[in-house]
């Protein structure tokens, strides 16, 4: 299974997927989320389920990783730009916005992609993406870890594509 995005160039997350765009939630937050296609998934896979997340983000949180986006329920191979917004059939789960250092953003707003905002320095972005036998049973906000759980015993294939994004 491999995994490609138009919104990543040359190992570059595009600007207008994070802080540099022009699409915001109305606390701020980049709304505009990545498009990505899957390719090549195994055969028997049921849905798919995702995972955005900054690891380079552990020293400014003082020991997490940053969750910028997770979504399950994910039946077709393409998820356009803003699927995140326009896409229904996705349950999502909360983003690290919700947290004290992301501002305690609502979980209503939380349950969305929440984008790239590199405070200190580039960070290094990491899409896993996981191909399941089943279609897990989640409802929009979930925790990440509720998803990780889910999947125990389903995980197909996975694929990790990685980007930059500059502060």
């Not at 022009?22 to 798919?48: H, K, R, W, Y």
């Not at 380079?56 to 995140?84: M, Q, R, Y």
């Not at 979980?107 to 992609?113: D, T």
């Not at 320095?121 to 996981?130: A, D, F």
Request: glycine fraction near 10%; aromatic fraction near 10%; charged fraction near 20%.
């Amino acid at each position: 299974m491999r995994v490609i995005s138009k919104g990543i160039v040359d190992g570059v997350i595009l600007d207008r997927y994070g802080k540099r765009g022009t699409q915001f939630n109305e606390n701020g937050v980049p709304s505009l989320s990545i498009p990505i296609e899957i390719l090549d998934a195994p055969e028997g896979t049921v849905s798919f389920a995702l995972v955005l997340e900054d690891k380079d983000a552990i020293p400014v949180t003082k020991g997490f990783s940053w969750i910028h986006w997770s979504a399950c329920g994910i039946t077709k191979t393409v998820l356009e730009e803003n699927a995140s917004r326009k896409d229904k059939d996705l349950v999502q789960g909360l983003n690290s916005w919700t947290s004290i250092q992301g501002g305690n953003q609502s979980e209503a707003l939380s349950c969305y992609y929440g984008g790239m905002g590199a405070p200190d320095r580039p960070h290094i972005y990491e899409l896993h993406v996981y191909a399941l036998d089943y279609l897990p049973v989640l409802q929009n906000g979930y925790y990440v870890n509720e998803l990780y759980h889910a999947m125990q015993g389903h995980i197909l294939d996975s694929y990790t594509l990685k980007g930059r994004y500059d502060n």
